[in-house]
Structure formats: C-alpha cells, structure tokens
C-alpha cells in the first residue's frame, strides 16, 4: 500500500518531477496552485520583509547607543520604530509560519494533496502581497509614527500623525483577510481532507498548533478588520467612535484593537510551539512526551487567547475590576505553555539527541521561551505591571516571545524543512556557528532591556535622559543586535550556498516519521499519488540511519504501516 | 454527513412549501414587532420591555433563518458549534466592554468637546451676526426670527 | 506573604537602586518590589529546574557515534503530568492575589491626600496646585511623608505619567479624568516620564519630581505662588526664560533651529516688522495698524499664547495648544520680554546664559510697554 | 466555487468541476460549505465590532438613541425587513431547485432575489437621501451644514412634529395635521417664556463641571417638557448636560437653538453608528447583488447540475447572513 516510500530508496539523486521542476516560468509560480509553491513564495516575501524589518530594527539600535540619539531626529526614530514593528509583526511574524511553512508542510503532513480551496490560497498571497505594496505606499505618502497600535487619538489626528497612517491601516486590513482566509483554508484541510487512518490524535502536534492558530486567525482577525476599517473612517472623514474630539472612546479603541492582538500573540506563538514539538521529538529520536496534553493545550491556548486582551490595558483607565478579572485569566494561560515546556523536556529525557541545527534551536527555543513566558508573570501580575508597562520591561518580553521564540521557532523549522523545500542539505557546521551567534546575539540584545525596563526606561524613547544609568544597557543591547545581525547574514549566506552547492537531500535526513518524510525531497507535485499509510508519527524505534542514503530508513525487521495499523 | 432525502443530491433539500412557511412566520414575527413598538405601555416601563421583545424576536427570526433557511437544521453539528461560538465571542467581547466603559462613566469629562462646542459657538455667532445685521439668508435669518417668535408662536398655538 | 510585604514596606522607607529596581521613594514602592523579588525567585528556581534539565538531557543523550536505531520511550505518565499543572497552577493562584492587592493599593488614594491637577499636552506636564494657586511647568513639587493625589487630564492625545521612583503609572486620556497617588517617603529629586507614545518628541516629555519637607514644600509653593508678581521688570526676562520657557522648549528653540514650531531666534524682529507669513498666504504686516487686529506687535505674541490656532505661521501644523488660563497676565507680559531680550538672555548657540546683564536702562521701554497695553 | 479542475488532472472518474485533491463531490460540497461557514462567522464578528461600540454607547448615552431613533421611518425600515425576507426564501428556493436540477426554476428565484436586493438598495437610498438632506450627517459635518433644518427648527416645532408622528401610530389618528393640534392643545403654558433652551454662548466650555445651580434649572426646566417627549425623566435628567442659561424673565438669549439642552451632548453619535452599520451592511447587500448577477450567468450558461451546484447554494448562505445581519439591525435602530 505504501508505494511512497518506494521510490525513496533510490538515494540522494536529482529527483526528476518534483513541484520545483513540474512547470517552468514566471507564471507558473506566479499563479500557481500548488500550496507548496505558495508557500515558497510566502516563504520569500516574508524573509524579504525580515530583512527590511530587521534593518529597522538595528537603526534603533544605533540611535539609541547615546542618550542624546545617535543617528536620527525624533520623526525619523518614531517613523523607523513604527515600521519596524508593522512589519515585523502584520508582514513578518503573523504569516512566517501558518502562511509559509504552513503552506508547505501542513497538507502533506495530512497526507492531502492540496489544500481545501487551492485558489482561495493563492488568493491569500495576493492580498499578503497588497498589504506589503499599502506598506510601502504608506512610506511613500508621508510615513507612518503611530506605532504599530495605531492608538487612538494620536493616529486619527491628521495634525500630528503622518499622512500615511490611512494606507497603512488599508494595508493591515488587507493583510488581515490573508490572513484569514489561510486559517479558514487550513480548517478546512484538516477537518475534510484526512486520509483514512490519519485520526485527529494521529496528527504531528505541528498540525494541532496549526489547528488552534487558524481558529484564532478566523474568529479574531475580523474585529481587527472592522476596528481598521473604522480607523480609516474616522481619521478620513471624523466620526467620532473613537476620537474624544467628537466625544468617542480612545480606551474603547484599544479594547477593539487587543481582542484582536491579543491573540494575535497566539497566531505568532503557537505555530512556533507546534514546530517546536515536532523538531524535539523527531532530532531526539524518541517518541513525544504528554501528546494528548500537548495537542490539547494548543487548542486550550487558543480559547483562552480570547479572553485575556485586557491585560494590555492595566494603566491605560480601564477600570479596576475589569483589570482584576482579565488578570485572572491571564495567569490561566500561563498553564498550558508551562506544560508544553515540561513535555518537551520530558521527550528529550532518555532520547537520542542529535545535535543539528534545527535541534539546537529547539532547544534554544525552550531556554528563550521560558525566560520570556516566566518574565510574563511579572506582567500578568496587576502589582507589577503598573511599574513595568511601556518600559523596556514589556519590549524585552514580547521580543523574547515573538522573536526569541516565535521567530526562532521559524529559522529552527526552516533548517528542519529546508531539505525537503528544497531538495539540498546545507552546511552544518556554519549553521551551528550561526545558531550560536543568533542565540548569543539575542539573548545580550534583549535581557539588557528586562533590567533597562525595570530601572524605568520607557518604551518608544529615541533619547533617553543620560543621568538615569540606561547607557550602559543601551550598549549591550545594541552590540547583542550586532552579533544577532551578523548571525542571520551567515544563515542566509550558507541557506543560499546550499541551493547552489548543497549536497542532495535523501527522502528522511532526520529520522521523521511525519508523512513529508515519506515523499520525495522535494516532493512531487501532487504529494501523494495514493493517500499515504499512517502510523504512529512519534515512532521512531521503526527507522534506521542509512549511510548510502545519508538519512534514514525503514527498518527491515520491521512491517510497514499499512499492514497492520491502519484503522 | 447530511441526510438526503432526495436520491443522488449532495445536500439536503429543503422542500419549498416549508420555506414558504417559514417566511410567512418571519414576515408575521416582523410585523408582531413593529406592533408592539407601537403600543403604549402605560404601566410598564416601556423602554425596557421593547428592548427586551424586539430582541427576543429578533432572535427567533435568526434561529429560524439558520436552522431552515441555511439548513444548519441538517448540517454538521460542529458548524452551528462554530458558528454559535463566534456569537458567543462577540458577547463575550460586548460584555467586557461595557463592564469597563460603564465603571469610566463617570470619569468622562462632561458637555461638548471643545471640537464641537467650538462649532456651535461659531454657529451662535453667526447666527446672531445675521440677525443683528438683519440680513436675510436663508435659514440663518429664519432661525433668528424663530428663536424671537417663539413665544408667540407658543401662545398662538392655544 | 502579604504582612511580610507590609512589613518590609514599614522598615525600609527609602532604598537605593537595586540590580532590578530603580531607588525606592514611595510608600507603595516597598510593596511593589516585595511581589517583583517574590516572582522573581519563584522565576529563577523554574529557570534553573528548566534549563539543567535541557543542557543535562541534551549532553546525557546525545547521539552517539554508531546510534543508528532508537528505542521507544515512555509516551505519557498522567501523574506526572498532573502534578505539573497542578503546582504551577497553584502558584500562580498566589501570584494573581498578591498583585491583586498590591494593585488594589496603588489606585486607592487615602482621603487626606493632596491635590494636583495635571495637564498633559504634547509634549509639556503643566502641575497646577489649587491650594496654592500655583501652576508649576515640568516641575512637580511634592510634601514628603503625605499622600499626594494627582487628577490628570490631557489636552491632545493620549499620555502616561510615569514616576519610576515612587513605582506608579497611569495613562491620561483625553476626554475623561484619570488619577494616580503616591506618597513619597524621602526629600529629594526624582525623574517623571510620559510612557504612552504621544508623537513627535515623546522622549522630551520628561518632567522633574521635587520633593520637600512640609516647611520648605509651602515656603517653595508660597513663593511660587507670588514669584512673578515680587521680580522686578527688568528681572521678567530672566524670569521667563528660566521659569516658563521650558514648558515651551519641546517645539520652540532658541537657537534658530525649526522645530514642530517656528524658533524664538529672531522671532521678536520678524514679529515687528511683520514679516511673518500665515498658511492662508497673508503677512502680519497686515494685520498690524492702528485700528487693524494688532495695533502694537506685543499684541500678536499675546494672541498667539491665548488663540495659536487664529494665525498659523506658514510651514507649520499649528500643533500649539492654548495657554489661556494657565498663564498669568504677568506672565505673559513676562515671555514677551523674553523674545524682545533674547539676545541678552541666550549665547550664539542658544544657550541660557546664567545671569544676563539686563541693563538697568532697560526699565524705561518696559514701563511704556507696560503702560501702552493695559 | 474553488473547485474546477486543475491544470493537470489525468483521473478518469473525475468530473470536470471536481479539484484533482477531493475524492468526490459530496466531499468536496461539503468542504465548500464548511468554508463558507467559516467565512460567515468572520462576518458575524466584522459586524461584532459594530455591534459592541451600538451596545456601549447605548447603554452609557440612552439618550442620544432616543433622541436619534425618532428621525428613522419605521415603516420604511419594516418594509425593507419585508423585501429581504422575502428575497431570502427565494433565494432558498433557488437552492431547492437547483438540487433539484431545475434550472429554468432557479433563474426565476436567483432573478427575484436579485430584484430584492435591488429594492432594498433603493429604499436605503431614499432613506439616506431623506437624511442628508436633513443634515443628519455622521460625525462633525451634523454640525457643518449651515441650511441643516435639525439645526435650525427649534425644539417645540421638532417635539411637536415627532410627538404628532407618535400619536398617528398610537391612537389611530391617521390625520397628521390633527394630531399635531392635539399635541398642542397638551402642550403645557408658554414654556419658552419660563425657561430658555438656549445655552449662553460664554458657558463654563467642556472641562466645567454641572453646577448645582445648573442642575436646579435643568430640574425646573424638564418640569415644563412634556412627559411623553422626555420618557423618564429622572433618566433624562443625569445625562443632560447645562450650563448657565440667562435668568428666567430676561429676553432669551439669541442662541443657536443646536445648543438646547434636550439635543443631547454628541447628538451626532447616533447617526455615527446608524450610517456605519446600515452602511457596511448596505456594501454587503451591493456585494451580494454582484454575486447573485454572477451566479444567474453560471445558471444560465448551464454550468451546474444536480450534482454540482455549490456555487449557489454557497452563494445563499451569504445572503442568509446579510438577511440575518438586518434582522437584527431593523429592530436596534427602527424599533427600540
């Protein structure tokens, strides 16, 4: 039955008609419905966006070396942080997963074709696409200094905010339908296109973090819609919801505008856990601790997403009880991210770890996610909060969770899947040295900023007052950013050497029992000839490693599944 | 998976007479409520009362439309799951909402914003401009003699 | 825990800055960083359990040379995992209730406290003191050991008050009033900074926290409260430039730079012979006649303080809010000196010149400026 | 809809408007709906953020719907809720047929829907029409049109006139210019002689609060209104908000009657809220009407079948929603 893994035996030769060779021109790839060549292309533009995101960000690094602001005036810091975070947040973070590895991993991961609504998909990329092009309107006509929060007044106050606050609004609007519409896709596939014996508890833990993202991106993203829409309204033509001018809410905007981003934290962070969950197991060769916990905590995480957005909001008037209640329920989704770190640790415990590249930012994951999951609580905690909100105290944090870990999560399951992308094995001793530097790099960039933060740095400063003691936090911080810089620059030099030169990858480099790992590196267009066999994904004791084939086999002694567990 | 009553559809078919049924009832829920908006409730606190029918119908009307109109009655259980939970986010939302913005009601600061208070202001003046001038424009004009006759307007009306 | 809190916040009135927290001058301060130190450790054992077992599980069970095939392992162990919910659960329980008291504490001021009434507007704090009838510009002046309540409004958009030294933060919102309290426990200066993003030169709303005895703290404000009615003419300049310009510093430079507003540099010449221009394309030159809106030039500088948005000054926003009511007459008076005497009071570079020779033949013209606008 | 063949599709058994990645129509129909239920949730919580700012100001400024509501016609407004009822159960019909494979039946129903759509666009335009020519305009431009008649009737005549209109729907009383004398011979004695509506022009501007002296005229003042106007008038009396009026027995003061104190503070909020969700579900309804074009030249040019006619029935769930949407905006704007 499982004629897939036939044709893996033939080694690490040129795979004649894989989804790379299957059509030839522009064209094809850019109309293309193929949910694998989708997410190479969202792969693309969201590492494109990085990049410019990540210039941004080592501008505001440089200005802030000295008190008095190195490099920038005050509109040129306020418009550089603003982009920065758009961009790294609505083009970067949000569909670095879901929408690029997402697209490639989840249908074959299910042993589907495609995904639901293949057009829907490409349709998703296009809008991603509009959204970038608003962006770079929005630099265009006049800049954008708001903030990534468009808070209210400010940003409706056609005095003070710049001119391309409306295109920026338009564009994250846009980019939030893409957004949906990959969730809905991604609901869909999974509830509708199951091949027989791929029961919901037999799903790599990726899919379950899939699962619950793309529920948070359908019942979240259109409040963000609406909340834009009105935004753009308002600041056009002065209607008076949210600006207290005309005797609307500004507080009520950043209710409108959390139960969105709020969990929009989640759609950050729980694709990054599902990775995780997946390079653990699969580079410690050992099957996953606590799966049901797992799988149920990604989709607890998810309903609880929802009720928590007030927690951004503790001095911002809101009032007590309010704060109090979302308090609470704060510190109830702390519980499911502990126990994700505690199953992973479990898994690693009597594995055989390998330590390769993805791996090692697997576990670089889980020392940087619990430094900023614990450094949560002080935030979670009312107390507390009062003093650290808006100070570089939050900006560490949230840069510890949407970078150290969701991003890193993003690089770690890039190197896992860069094989199967692409068909080539890159260099791994340059990808350790890289991870190093990368890890070494963030951790000197941002766990400055917890103590810059708690001393009282206020966020979004260009200058800062040069008796208070922050420069030397400063520094450190912008020499991390350096050392994080020049990591990311080796990654990308040896990622693209390694299309160039890389060695051939086989089928299975890392001993992966997901269904990817039964096709083809890269796999053919249509994935699965016949709906694949599914076993056990967390099975590992059935694979052996293969020096001919430089990556890992079925075992002989060992039957196929297919044979005998298929339900 | 949909029942099918019909051979070989991919759906559940709803017969039309049932649909013409339910409309009927729609269009009677309709007009029930218009009519109650209407009436005078002299001994019960009429605000109250109506919010709390016109919802209420409202609602049976939207179930009835669900459930028959969009076949929701003979669906997958899991999409009226869906579907309710995203009302059920939406109360979710609308309830915090208003627990903080009731609390912060009294820290509002009172009367018009200077934005409109200025408008009016300049309307005043306006206004009082054109009668001292005793120019005739419109509605300027018309306003200021108003304002003086209505008084008399008043008692002529008795 | 919480008595223990209270305690530590009855010994230690005043600490210095530690490795996490910045020096401790309020009374709820003891009690904030008691609830941070308490997170804190219960972070560092979590961090220390968590990352021992990820280097000791990674370098254990490394995979070896020769270690092709892999056994199965243990799949789940409900206890376990029970019991790993469970005590984090538990303890974040306690963390929730401490914060909560803690929070409850910071936003309910005692009645006997005093007053200030905080303007926020971009990118200036105005303090006024009701009591005393005293408005103080980026300068705060507190009592020691008594609760003092601010009630905060803001002009424009949103703003945050943020005292690090006293652990207190609360957004001010425009349309509505919002509060905070503190009571400080030790004299001295303390920093105060805006935390909500609110445009152009966010990071210079910085304001300074004075604090006194309850002696010197009503000499301080008694003073205050008469300064601009004891100095000399000659002495309103200095006064101006000293005591008022910093409230108009974010926008307004003094050495010829544009900012969101036009500079002082030369301000008073182009003002005189009107060649100030307006966005609706019109001169001052116009408008300044006998009979016309401004009979004296003196006139503009005032109408601009009160109505900044009657005239904007060509290339500008007319971001400048109004001054009305926050400027004594006097005062007023004061900063029109200040922009006839700008060349005494600040060097080349638009620096403030310590003690400006004012001259006393100056007298004379400010007596008959005097006399010609009252 | 997303379902037709692919570029390269060699199956045999696989009709033409299956995806190469379904196994058969019927799942591929239902994975259609599924999504299509996924995107109609998105658009209850689209219009979930409307529905939260309408529930937050009415339950903080009840008196700003009072007074607002009173401007809408009920009777076009129900009629409205008529015309898409009715275009929805057409359109219900026309998924009948067309699982029926009838498609002559299908093009008759998909017409009339359309013809719904087209009648209730054409109510809404006479309705906003009616407004803006009034110069109920949301936002600032309520207070910028100069020739606005709201702005410039004072309040006796506007009570008078909406008092009128209540009683013709309460008692019977068809004959307007009747019930309007009526409403007059009720009204109480002179009461603009007693006390202003008109707010001194130098008032105690936005940062002043109520005086109690204020709030001893604004008692005195509701005295005179009449009762059936104000609703509750303990309720009324917190919300309003006046400043110093001119002492009774002086001339009243020339002030713009905009400034009387039973046109609520932010009286433009209502028309705010009312002109975006009618608005946003008015773009619905003209999106609605594109695809329900779409779909009658699909049915026309014979793309669909028994088997195959997702397209439509998709087609009417979002109509369903739009429909649904209204059910409940009618009431919240019209009604209460």
């Known amino acids: ?567 | 998976m949909a029942d099918n009553h019909e051979h070989g559809a991919v759906g559940h078919i709803v017969p039309i007479k049932m649909l013409v049924g339910i409309c009927a009832v729609l269009l009677f829920l309709t007009a029930l409520t218009v009519w109650v908006s209407k009436l005078n409730f002299d001994t019960v606190n009429i605000g109250e009362a109506n919010i709390l029918i016109a919802m209420g119908v409202a609602t049976v009307k939207a179930t009835l439309v669900c459930l028959i109109f969009m076949h929701l009655k003979w669906d997958r259980p899991f999409i009226s799951f869906f579907f309710l939970a995203s009302v059920l986010f939406v109360l979710l939302f609308v309830s915090f909402a208003l627990m903080d913005t009731h609390a912060n009601a009294p820290a509002i600061i009172p009367g018009n914003s200077t934005v409109i208070q200025q408008k009016l202001d300049a309307l005043d003046a306006s206004a009082q401009a054109a009668h001292a001038s005793g120019e005739v424009s419109d509605g300027q004009a018309a306003h200021g003699d108003h304002a003086e006759d209505a008084p008399a307007h008043d008692a002529a009306a008795h | ?374 | ?336």
């Not at chain 1, 893996?8 to 004649?16: D, F, I, L, S």
């Not at chain 4, 037709?4 to 058969?24: I, N, T």
């Not at chain 4, 067309?98 to 109510?123: N, Q, S």
């Not at chain 4, 195959?308 to 009431?331: A, E, N, Q, R, S």
């Open chain 3, 1 to 374: 825990m919480m008595s223990l809190l209270m305690t530590l916040a009855a010994a230690a009135p005043y600490k210095e800055a530690t490795f996490w927290m910045p020096e401790s001058a309020s009374t709820v301060a003891p009690q904030v960083d008691g609830l941070f130190d308490f997170i804190n450790i219960i972070c560092y054992i979590f961090f220390v359990l968590v990352v021992a077992a990820l280097i000791y599980f990674a370098v254990k069970y490394r995979q070896r040379a020769g270690q092709n095939t892999f056994e199965g392992g243990p799949t789940h162990n409900l206890a376990l995992e029970i019991t790993w919910t469970a005590i984090p659960s538990v303890i974040v329980i306690v963390m929730f209730v401490l914060g909560m008291q803690t929070f409850l504490d910071l936003r309910t001021a005692p009645s006997n406290s005093y007053d200030v009434s905080v303007t926020a507007q971009k990118w200036s704090w105005t303090f006024q003191h009701p009591a005393y009838a005293v408005t103080e510009a980026a300068e705060l002046t507190v009592p020691v050991n008594r609760p003092v309540r601010l009630l905060m409004s803001s002009q424009d958009v949103l703003h945050s008050l943020f005292i690090p030294a006293f652990r207190v933060k609360q957004d001010i919102v425009p349309g509505r009033y919002t509060s905070l309290w503190f009571e400080a426990t030790k004299p001295g200066t303390y920093q105060l900074y805006c935390t909500e993003y609110c445009g152009k030169d966010h990071s210079k709303m910085l304001a300074t926290v004075h604090v006194l005895e309850w002696d010197e703290f009503q000499t301080r404000l008694g003073k205050l409260a008469r300064e601009y009615e004891d100095i000399p003419e000659s002495q309103l300049p200095a006064y101006a430039i000293n005591r008022l310009y910093n409230r108009c510093a974010s926008c307004h430079s003094l050495d010829g730079t544009t900012g969101t507003g036009p500079s002082f540099k030369g301000m008073w010449d182009r003002t005189q012979q009107g060649t100030t221009v307006f966005t609706d394309g019109s001169t001052l030159k116009q408008l300044q006649a006998s009979g016309a809106e401004y009979e004296i030039p003196e006139n503009y500088i005032r109408a601009s303080l009160v109505q900044p948005q009657r005239h904007v000054v060509q290339g500008f926003t007319g971001a400048m809010p109004s001054f009305q009511g926050q400027l004594k007459e006097r005062q007023i008076d004061a900063i029109v000196l200040m922009m006839k005497h700008l060349d005494t009071l600040v060097d080349a570079d638009g620096n403030i010149i310590e003690n400006p020779d004012l001259g006393g033949d100056e007298e004379a013209p400010v007596e008959q400026q005097e006399g010609s606008t009252k």
């Open chain 1, 1 to 567: 039955m499982s004629t897939t893994d036939t044709p893996n035996m033939t080694g690490p030769a040129p795979v004649p008609d894989n989804y790379l060779t299957y059509s030839r021109g522009i064209w094809s790839w850019l109309f293309t419905l193929d949910h694998k060549r989708i997410g190479l292309m969202y792969l693309m533009s969201v590492l494109g966006s990085f990049f410019i995101g990540g210039i941004m960000a080592l501008l505001v690094r440089t200005q802030l070396l000295v008190p008095e602001g190195l490099i920038m005036d005050q509109d040129q810091y306020n418009q550089v942080f603003t982009l920065h975070g758009a961009i790294m947040v609505f083009l970067v973070i949000i569909p670095s997963v879901p929408a690029a590895l997402g697209n490639f991993v989840l249908p074959i991961m299910l042993g589907a074709k495609d995904v639901a609504f293949p057009r829907l998909n490409l349709f998703s990329y296009w809008l991603w696409m509009t959204g970038a092009l608003m962006f770079v309107l929005a630099l265009f006509t006049g800049g954008l200094d708001t903030g990534w929060t468009f808070y209210t007044p400010y940003s409706i106050d056609t005095g003070s905010a710049m001119g391309g606050v409306i295109p920026a609004l338009t564009g994250a609007f846009v980019l939030g339908f893409s957004s949906i519409f990959t969730g809905m896709n991604f609901i869909v596939t999974i509830h509708r296109l199951r091949p027989p014996g791929m029961t919901w508890f037999r799903m790599p833990l990726f899919l379950w973090a899939i699962y619950g993202t793309a529920i948070i991106q359908v019942l979240a993203t259109p409040v963000l819609g609406i909340t834009l829409a009105l935004l753009v309204v308002e600041r056009a033509f002065g209607i008076g919801i949210f600006n207290p001018a005309l005797g609307g809410d500004p507080v009520l905007y950043q209710h409108f505008f959390w139960f969105y981003s709020h969990p929009a934290v989640y759609i950050m962070i729980l694709p990054g856990m599902g990775i995780i969950s997946d390079l653990i197991a699969v580079h410690s060769h050992r099957h996953i601790f606590g799966y049901s916990f797992i799988a149920w905590s990604s989709i607890s995480i998810a309903i609880f997403s929802f009720l928590v957005w007030g927690h951004h909001m503790f001095t911002s008037g809101q009032s007590e009880l309010v704060s109090v209640v979302f308090s609470l329920i704060t510190f109830s989704v702390a519980i499911p991210s502990a126990v994700k770190v505690f199953n992973w640790l479990a898994t690693m415990y009597k594995g055989t770890i390998s330590w390769n590249t993805p791996m090692l930012y697997g576990m670089g994951f889980i020392f940087i996610f619990t430094i900023g999951g614990l450094t949560g609580l002080h935030l979670g905690t009312l107390g507390t909060d009062i003093h650290l909100h808006d100070t570089y105290f939050v900006v560490a944090h949230f840069h510890y969770v949407m970078m150290g870990s969701a991003l890193i999560a993003f690089i770690g399951g890039i190197h896992h899947w860069w094989p199967k992308m692409t068909g080539r094995m890159y260099n791994e001793n340059w990808g350790r040295i890289a991870f190093s530097l990368v890890f070494i790099g963030f951790n000197l960039t941002f766990f400055s900023q917890f103590m810059l933060g708690s001393q009282g740095m206020p966020r979004r400063y260009g200058t800062y007052p040069a008796d208070a003691g922050f420069q030397f936090y400063h520094v450190l911080s912008t020499a991390g950013s350096y050392i994080l810089a020049i990591g990311f620059f080796i990654t990308a030099g040896y990622l693209i050497q390694s299309l160039l030169g890389g060695r051939r990858a086989p089928s299975n480099p890392w001993g992966g029992r997901s269904l990817e790992w039964q096709c083809t590196s890269p796999p053919p267009h249509d994935n699965f000839s016949e709906a694949p066999a599914v076993g056990d994904c967390y099975d590992f004791s059935v694979l052996r490693w293969d020096e001919n084939e430089q990556g890992y086999v079925w075992r002989d002694d060992v039957a196929h599944p297919g044979s005998e567990d298929v339900s």
């Open chain 4, 1 to 336: 809809m997303y379902g037709q063949a692919k570029e390269h599709d060699h199956d045999h058994d696989h009709p033409d408007f299956l995806g190469h990645h379904w196994e058969s129509p019927t799942q591929q129909f239902e994975a259609g709906k599924f999504g299509m239920w996924l995107f109609l949730t998105t658009e209850v919580l689209l219009f979930g953020g409307l529905f939260c700012a309408y529930t937050v100001w009415r339950s903080n400024h009840p008196e700003l719907f009072r007074y607002g509501s009173q401007f809408l016609d009920t009777f076009w407004g129900a009629t409205n809720t008529a015309v898409l009822l009715i275009s929805s159960m057409t359109m219900a019909m026309a998924v009948t047929y067309a699982a029926r494979g009838k498609t002559k039946a299908v093009i008759i129903c998909l017409l009339l829907t359309l013809m719904g759509a087209a009648g209730f666009m054409a109510i809404k335009y006479v309705e906003y029409n009616h407004k803006f020519h009034e110069g109920f305009y949301p936002g600032l431009a309520f207070y910028e049109e100069p020739n606005a008649s709201h702005l410039w009737q004072p309040l006796d005549e506007t009570a008078v006139a909406h008092l009128a209109h209540d009683k013709t729907m309460d008692m019977d009383e068809s004959n307007l210019l009747h019930a309007e004398a009526l409403v007059r011979a009720e009204l109480p004695e002179a009461p603009a002689e007693a006390v202003t509506w008109n707010k001194a022009v130098a008032g105690p501007g936005p940062g002043g609060l109520t005086t109690s002296h204020e709030q001893e005229q604004l008692a005195e003042f509701t005295a005179f209104l009449p009762e059936a106007f104000l609703g509750d008038n303990e309720d009324i009396a917190g919300e309003l908000e006046f400043a110093d009026g001119h002492a009774p027995g002086e001339a009243p003061h020339m002030a713009h009657p905009l400034q009387d104190p039973v046109r609520p503070v932010n009286a433009q909020k209502f028309f705010t809220i009312y002109f975006m969700m009618t608005g946003l579900h008015g773009i619905h309804v003209v999106l609605g009407g594109f695809m329900i074009i779409w779909l009658l030249y699909r049915t026309i040019r014979g793309e669909f079948s028994r088997e195959y006619y997702t397209p439509i029935d998709l087609g009417g769930l979002y109509w369903h929603v739009v429909d649904l949407i209204w059910i409940f905006l009618f009431p919240l704007f019209y009604l209460i």
